[in-house]
């Protein structure tokens, strides 16, 4: 500030200048402000000093204590100590806002992941051969990545009569699964595991398989008769694989598929 206003005391109207250089007032808040501000000079000289100051109020208001006086030091112009302390303030509001608002979108994102499909887009980074990058829609179920890969081996085990279908993806990664799972019954905790062509076994996925079991014609339940869908991925490239084993959490092997 300069002239005779630094000595001058501020209403308390006047101090809503700080939010508007800040941007968190609403609509009809700014409206208001605006209004005021074309009849007021000291509104006016203080919205010029207070230009630019967001980030530097956004730092101080992520710093553990006040911290406030030395801003002004920083400053080619100095706004009062008491401004400046409402302005960390409504500047930390403000941020804490944000970081609820975030927390709710990434509680609201998991809840709909965990309760039902989903389509999300993404950039494909060549996985799939081609060299330029292009939008691709992912996969929304693990039933629905398993039919997306052509390339798939099956087996069953005539002992403990569970079938299993790998489905395969080769990427710049390793390789991308997807398993289908019949006629396995629980309640069991089972991995999906690739053997590597040097004998190196790898785990793929994990999943729990509850009482009625899984891909049983005469189940108890409507999702018992379904077959049970699993994604995974594994570092070796498809062709370093040798097979795969279905394994429960005992290391009994309830079905072998060759790669």
Same mark, same amino acid.
């Given at each position: 500030?300069?002239?005779?206003?630094?000595?001058?005391?501020?209403?308390?109207?006047?101090?809503?200048?700080? @939010?508007? +250089? !800040?941007? $968190?007032?609403?609509?009809?808040? #700014?409206? &208001?402000?605006?209004?005021?501000?074309?009849?007021?000079?000291?509104?006016?000289?203080?919205?010029?000093?207070?230009?630019?100051?967001?980030?530097?109020?956004?730092?101080?208001?992520?710093?553990?204590?006040?911290?406030?006086?030395?801003?002004?030091?920083?400053?080619?112009?100095?706004?009062?100590?008491?401004?400046?302390?409402?302005?960390?303030?409504?500047?930390?509001?403000?941020?804490?806002?944000?970081?609820?608002?975030?927390?709710?979108?990434?509680?609201? @994102?998991? +809840? !709909?992941? $965990?309760?039902?499909?989903?389509? #999300?887009? &993404?950039?494909?980074?060549?996985?799939?051969?081609?060299?330029?990058?292009?939008?691709?829609?992912?996969?929304?179920?693990?039933?629905?990545?398993?039919?997306?890969?052509?390339?798939?081996?099956?087996?069953?085990?005539?002992?403990?009569?569970?079938?299993?279908?790998?489905?395969?993806?080769?990427?710049?990664?390793?390789?991308?699964?997807?398993?289908?799972?019949?006629?396995?019954?629980?309640?069991?905790?089972?991995?999906?595991?690739?053997?590597?062509?040097?004998?190196?076994?790898?785990?793929?996925?994990?999943?729990?398989?509850?009482?009625?079991?899984?891909?049983?014609?005469?189940?108890?339940?409507?999702?018992?008769?379904?077959?049970?869908?699993?994604?995974?991925?594994?570092?070796?490239?498809?062709?370093?694989?040798?097979?795969?084993?279905?394994?429960?959490?005992?290391?009994?092997?309830?079905?072998?598929?060759?790669?």
């Amino acid at each position: 500030m300069s002239g005779s206003m630094m000595g001058s005391p501020v209403p308390n109207e006047h101090e809503t200048v700080g @939010a508007y +250089a !800040l941007g $968190i007032l609403d609509d009809a808040e #700014a409206t &208001a402000f605006e209004a005021h501000l074309a009849t007021c000079e000291w509104c006016a000289q203080q919205l010029d000093e207070l230009a630019g100051m967001e980030p530097m109020l956004a730092a101080l208001a992520d710093l553990p204590g006040s911290g406030t006086p030395a801003i002004g030091e920083s400053l080619s112009a100095k706004p009062s100590p008491r401004i400046v302390n409402k302005l960390v303030d409504e500047v930390a509001e403000r941020r804490a806002q944000k970081r609820r608002r975030s927390f709710y979108m990434v509680a609201a @994102a998991g +809840a !709909l992941i $965990i309760g039902g499909p989903f389509v #999300a887009m &993404a950039a494909s980074g060549g996985d799939s051969g081609g060299g330029a990058k292009q939008n691709q829609v992912l996969a929304a179920t693990p039933k629905e990545l398993f039919d997306s890969m052509s390339d798939k081996v099956s087996a069953t085990d005539s002992a403990t009569g569970v079938s299993a279908t790998v489905a395969m993806q080769e990427k710049n990664w390793g390789t991308s699964l997807g398993l289908e799972l019949k006629g396995v019954k629980g309640p069991l905790k089972c991995s999906l595991i690739a053997v590597g062509t040097n004998g190196e076994r790898w785990t793929a996925s994990t999943w729990s398989v509850g009482k009625w079991g899984y891909g049983i014609p005469n189940g108890k339940t409507p999702e018992s008769k379904q077959p049970l869908y699993i994604g995974g991925a594994v570092a070796p490239a498809q062709n370093d694989i040798d097979h795969f084993e279905v394994v429960d959490s005992d290391g009994n092997k309830l079905v072998q598929v060759a790669a």
